[in-house]
């Protein structure tokens, strides 16, 4: 079977990919991939959601340390 | 899924009723094989439209992704019947197209009818008026939907036939050979994109690029001097990037819009491929004449360069009566002035008499000779030996001149005649072309594609020049980052609005690798099928040991590496490049559709090509092999007596239709035996 398509889009080739990557990156990128996946935003909106999804991050990241 | 029958009523170029029965839809039949056969472009064209727009409502044949063609310009309704109903009831025509297939256990009638008019201004309206799919399974139950339902009734035809092998329907032999001479890799890129479906993936890459500018956009205001200056500079530069990649994006997606424009414009041409050899035959004729017109030129200067000799001819006859008549008279002592003169000449210089007795001077004999040389006019006598002198000249000059002149009259009557006789020829060929129909069309689509050409000549010179800008805009991009970074952790200012740039900055890089992922793994897969369909195609003896194998290289190209692993794909013959090209494509179907052997038919629209008859053979060998069914459409002028005979030895052709231009603008279907190869 041919696998070209990415149904998933949180496959192993993107687990693999964020495998070394800081954690407040891999929560980021899975969270815009997730919501361009599900909400189907157009570029702008995705961008604007994801700005506002930042600050949660950096927050949670200054609470960890 | 296995297509049983295509029906077609005032569809395109398909005027009336007509119907295509294919062969192999049945499970057990060994013939799979359906030729449809095309005379003067009759419109197999309308038959690939007819099953796009029957399955999945579209008009257009091909439409990529972001960036469609303008389906409202293709009219879809018969333009005879609507011509019929313009100007008579003018009730509106109705058209539709009707598939029916097999997939998995049920049966499938797949119907869209249309409506069109034709209004006083020339306008056709055109409507959809119904959708219907009736579906009926292994037990004998019948599911019908219509309009309502139409989200479900492209949900399931999405499920049986994947949306992407649209762009695969047709194996268009022009687009393989097309690619076969010029540069792929941006339309190799552009069919791996378009088979990953990763739409989303390049939405988030596209907001991270505008995360990544608002955040430099807020740094930029609080911070001071070199830091700041660095991010602008950055900043423009991004911008800089972005402008460029859209400019060289938009130029790209013009080639490939040119490109298929031109191919379209060769398919019309095709129509009109009697007008082309007489045009052509008006160019050679052309160029013939301007020949003529120098040599009959030429010949006319040499004539003209001749006229002062020839003048001489003129006076020859009565110049060599008058030397005669001297030549006799000199002869004879009648004229021997020239004798006398120079004989007393010699006694008065030697004073000596005739008879050796020495001259005494001043005596009465020298007296009288110095007396009568003196009075015999030396100037006169000069003047006549000049006269005779020239007359014996002027008679040897012109001997043999008139030879020369015969030669020179004859040279300037044939190229006259010879430029005449073509003039006529040629003013025949005017009147024929003048008078034959659709010249204008012809000629409208000959200057189209002259700008066509042009065009992309232009643009792909536009394209380099974006290339070379974005290359060094990048590497420019890159130096800026490494000091916007140095200077971020100098800096403790704004820390949590740094923190958020490098998140966005880090994520962008991981979307961009992950979207370079897709694609290498898609290009591996690719490779690989299109190795073994070419393995396949290329099993020929001697020809499998000189290549090795297809290489899909990193900027998208296929390369062909001989058994040194020397790159050779430029040394291959066009028929061996094509079958490298074909390879690709069957690869191509076979990933859309998600497995190496196919389980829809496969369509070839005119795949004979540059092919040598070995090729085409193991072509025909190794389809069926991979897919349920072939349908072939060929033009009348690739498909002789030993292309038939090739495709009914393989035991797997069935069904054979003509397509037949009945009028123009109304095509008709008609089966034939393919026996008649046999």
Redesign the interface.
């Known amino acids: 079977m041919i696998r070209l398509t990415a149904e998933s889009l949180i496959d192993e080739r993107i687990i693999k990919l964020l495998e070394h990557e800081d954690d407040k990156i891999k929560k980021f990128t899975l969270l815009a991939l997730k919501l361009a996946k599900t909400r189907r935003l157009p570029t702008e909106a995705l961008a604007t959601k994801l700005f506002q999804q930042l600050d949660g991050i950096i927050k949670e990241e200054n609470n960890e340390d | 899924m296995k297509i049983k029958q295509l029906e077609l009523f005032n569809f395109g170029q398909f005027y009336g009723s007509q119907v295509i029965e294919f062969s192999g839809a049945d499970k057990s039949a060994q013939q799979m094989i359906t030729v449809i056969y095309e005379k003067n472009g009759s419109g197999k064209v309308d038959l690939y439209r007819a099953m796009l727009f029957c399955l999945y409502g579209e008009k257009a044949l091909r439409r990529l992704p972001k960036y469609g063609k303008d389906e409202n310009n293709i009219q879809l309704v018969n333009g005879v019947a609507l011509g019929e109903d313009a100007s008579g009831a003018r009730e509106g025509v109705k058209a539709h197209v009707r598939v029916m297939f097999s997939h998995h256990d049920r049966d499938y009638e797949m119907y869209r009818a249309l409506s069109g008019i034709r209004r006083d201004d020339g306008k056709i309206i055109e409507q959809i008026e119904d959708l219907k799919l009736t579906i009926t399974n292994k037990a004998g139950k019948t599911q019908v939907w219509g309009l309502a339902k139409k989200d479900a009734i492209d949900r399931e035809i999405g499920h049986i036939l994947d949306w992407r092998l649209k762009r695969f329907f047709t194996f268009d032999g022009r687009k393989i050979a097309r690619l076969a001479k010029v540069s792929q890799g941006k339309s190799i890129l552009e069919e791996i994109k378009y ?4 739409d ?2 390049y ?2 890459e ?3 690029r ?2 990544d500018k ?1 955040l430099s956009d807020e740094i930029s205001k609080v911070v001071n001097g070199d830091f700041r200056s660095r991010i602008d500079l950055r900043r423009k530069c991004q911008g800089q990037i972005e402008e460029l990649s859209r400019k060289r994006l938009a130029v790209e997606t013009e080639i490939v819009n040119a490109c298929d424009e031109r191919d379209e414009v060769d398919k019309e041409l095709e129509k009109y491929k009697h007008i082309a050899s007489l045009v052509n035959e008006r160019k050679n004729r052309e160029a013939e004449q301007q020949q003529l017109f120098k040599q009959k030129d030429e010949a006319a200067e040499k004539l003209r360069h001749f006229l002062p000799d020839a003048i001489l001819l003129l006076a020859r006859d009565s110049l060599a009566e008058v030397y005669q008549d001297i030549d006799e008279g000199r002869e004879k002592g009648w004229i021997p002035f020239e004798i006398k003169r120079e004989l007393v000449e010699k006694l008065l210089l030697e004073m000596s008499c005739i008879c050796g007795r020495p001259l005494m001077a001043n005596s009465l004999e020298s007296e009288h000779l110095r007396q009568w040389y003196e009075s015999s006019g030396a100037a006169l006598n000069r003047a006549a030996m000049e006269f005779f002198r020239s007359i014996g000249n002027t008679t040897r000059f012109s001997n043999g001149k008139t030879e020369e002149l015969d030669r020179l009259l004859k040279s300037v009557n044939s190229s006259v005649e010879a430029h005449s006789l073509g003039a006529v020829q040629l003013e025949k060929l005017v009147v024929e072309l003048e008078n034959t129909a659709n010249m204008d069309v012809f000629q409208s689509y000959c200057e189209k594609r002259l700008k066509l050409s042009e065009k992309i000549a232009a643009l792909e010179k536009e394209q380099k020049h974006f290339s070379r800008e974005l290359n060094s805009a990048e590497a420019k991009l890159k130096k800026l980052e490494l000091e916007v970074d140095n200077f971020n952790k100098e800096s403790a200012m704004n820390e ?1 609005l740094q ?2 740039h490098s ?2 900055i ?2 962008h890089d ?2 961009k ?2 979207i370079a ?2 694609v290498e ?2 290009g591996r ?1 690719l490779e690989q ?1 299109t190795n073994t369909n070419f393995v396949n195609l290329f099993e020929l003896a001697g020809q499998k040991k000189s290549f090795k194998k297809v290489v899909l290289k990193e900027d998208y190209t296929l390369e062909v590496l001989n058994d040194k692993e020397q790159p050779s794909f430029l040394d291959m013959s066009v028929g061996q490049r094509q079958v490298t090209v074909l390879s690709f494509f069957i690869a191509l179907v ?3 559709s ?3 052997t196919l389980d829809v038919p496969l369509f070839m629209d005119s795949p004979f090509g540059q092919l040598s008859n070995e090729h085409i053979e193991r072509l025909l060998n190794y389809v069926p092999e991979i897919a349920p069914q072939l349908i072939i459409s060929v033009t009348d002028k690739e498909f002789g007596a030993d292309k038939g005979s090739m495709l009914y030895r393989t035991g797997r052709w069935g069904n054979f239709y003509a397509l037949e231009a009945v009028t123009e603008g109304a095509t008709t279907i008609k089966q034939l035996p393919a026996e008649l190869y046999g």
């Open positions: 088979l990953l479906n990763i989303e993936v939405s988030v596209e907001a991270m505008k995360l608002k949590v923190k958020k998140v966005v880090k994520t991981l979307v690798k992950i992922k897709y793994d898609a897969v099928e076979q990933a859309a998600g497995s190496h």
